[in-house]
């Protein structure tokens, strides 16, 4: 079945430094990712989607300037949390398409970002 | 404004009992209907989905679904119900034409604990 991979699973970072993470879909290439935040037993905030080889569409209220995302190629994608703040720390799940709108999304084992 | 619901933040069952977990769905055009299902710690797990054809569904770890368009609903549901079945479920909605980019819209998520 498909896979997405995400690192690091849990990261722990100073407040002002930034953080990196990826995303690869590793059976399937998706020309589509999205970057989801998801609170303690709420439902996931979609952040952002991401096109491989064009600039990402940020959702309403979604800094850009703070979460720098890079879809590079088919099977990658990064997430990073640039001056990170201690209300940054979240769960942050990636997700991949494969081919197609009506492809289904398969999603990453989520980061636990921990800002001090 | 497109939205899915469900209802119930939480289901409990007993193990060996069949369990239903709702959700209904408002949105115009045709929906792509998904399920995933969550547990601690982890990212989201594709159950089954419904893009068109036989209303019933069927998925992974013996989960079904049916879609019901004129109650607009998408109910999740298992014959026997094991203890392992518990955990976060989502049901989510993509609703084409392409002007937009596809995305998920999810409920809010239920709860399933399925004691012994």
């Known amino acids: 079945g498909a896979v997405v991979s995400q690192h690091p699973s849990r990261v722990i970072c100073k407040s002002g430094t930034s953080v990196k993470i990826e995303c690869r879909s590793l059976d399937f290439q998706a020309t589509t990712m999205f970057w989801y935040r998801q609170f303690p037993k709420k439902s996931l905030m979609l952040m952002a989607t991401?096109?491989?080889?064009?600039?990402?569409?940020?959702e309403q209220g979604v800094e850009k300037d703070k979460f720098l995302i890079n879809h590079a190629s088919l099977t990658l994608s990064t997430l990073t949390v640039t001056s990170a703040h201690p209300e940054d720390s979240s769960f942050y799940i990636c997700s991949a398409r494969d081919i197609g709108l009506a492809g289904t999304q398969y999603f990453g084992p989520g980061t636990r970002l921990t800002v001090l | 404004a497109q939205s899915v619901a469900q209802p119930e933040d939480q289901v409990n069952v007993a193990e060996g009992n069949p369990l239903t977990v709702k959700c209904t769905y408002s949105?115009?055009?045709?929906?792509?209907l998904f399920w995933y299902v969550q547990y601690p710690n982890r990212g989201l797990q594709f159950l089954l989905k419904?893009?068109?054809?036989?209303?019933l569904v069927k998925g992974s770890y013996g989960f079904e679904a049916e879609f019901n368009k004129s109650q607009t609903s998408f109910h999740l549901k298992k014959p026997s119900a094991l203890v392992s079945d518990s955990a976060l479920y989502f049901c989510a909605v993509r609703v084409l034409p392409s002007s937009n980019t596809g995305k998920l819209i999810f409920g809010q998520g239920t709860t399933l604990q399925v004691k012994p």
């Open positions: 419904y893009i068109t054809g036989d209303n």
């Open positions: 949105v115009s055009g045709n929906p792509y």
């Open positions: 991401s096109n491989e080889g064009s600039k990402a569409t940020y």
